[in-house]
Nanobody, 115 residues
Framework: QVQLVESGGGLVQAGGSLRLFCAASGSIFRFSVMDWYRQAPGKQRELVATIRSGGSTNYADSVKGRFTISRDNAKNTTYLQMNSLKPEDTAVYYC?????????WGQGTQVTVSS
């Protein structure tokens, strides 16, 4: 079935930037809604950003203006550009794909922002 693999996480200082990658498989990618979620220890998983098949986007208020979600359908890849990072952005970031009633999750990539 569909496989999602995140990469690009790491340790960065506050104010820095990271770009997360989510490589998907399957011909359904270009028809899918792609999301980035994050989850910190002891916290609920929260939706960070969404990009739909037509390119429209939504962002959590906490990241709006700092994060940008994008997609490259030719590469079956979704990106999350994270700028002006804050310590509260520290979490495991997960790629999520939605296609009709189906959904798929990546394994997560750790983002740690030091103060």
């Amino acid at each position: 079935q569909v496989q999602l693999v995140e990469s690009g996480g790491g340790l960065v200082q506050a104010g820095g930037s990271l770009r997360l990658f989510c490589a998907a498989s399957g011909s359904i990618f270009r028809f899918s809604v792609m999301d980035w979620y994050r989850q910190a220890p002891g916290k609920q998983r929260e939706l960070v950003a969404t990009i739909r098949s037509g390119g429209s986007t939504n962002y959590a208020d906490s990241v709006k203006g700092r994060f940008t979600i994008s997609r490259d359908n030719a590469k079956n890849t979704t990106y999350l550009q994270m700028n002006s990072l804050k310590p509260e952005d520290t979490a495991v970031y997960y790629c999520h794909q939605r296609w009709f009633s189906n959904d798929y999750w990546g394994q997560g990539t750790q983002v740690t922002v030091s103060s």
